[in-house]
């Protein structure tokens, strides 16, 4: 991944060749990064990483969830939660 520098002109991206290289690259589903006055201002990446970096998202935080649980010590059993959920 190669950062494009976009001038920002008013609060929006300029309309120089850079822009279009920057936004065509994103169109073919390569990760973009956009820098202003050279620092990072936005990270561009197609629908479908998207939507994979929110389920892995999802997945740590039900993991630091449940490590949390464990040190605070509420946990239960497989017999007492197959009791409360009416489960044989």
Do not use: H
Request: hydrophobic letters at 35%.
């Amino acid at each position: 991944m190669k950062p494009i520098e976009c001038n920002r002109a008013g609060g929006s991206f300029g309309t120089s060749r850079g822009c279009f290289n920057f936004f065509s690259r994103c169109l073919v589903r390569q990760s973009c990064l956009a820098k202003t006055q050279g620092k990072p201002s936005a990270y561009l990446v197609d629908v479908e990483t998207f939507e994979g970096l929110n389920q892995k998202i999802a997945i740590l935080e039900g993991i630091t969830k449940g490590e949390g649980a464990i040190a605070e010590g509420n946990i239960f059993s497989g017999g007492a939660v197959r009791r409360e959920g009416g489960v044989p």
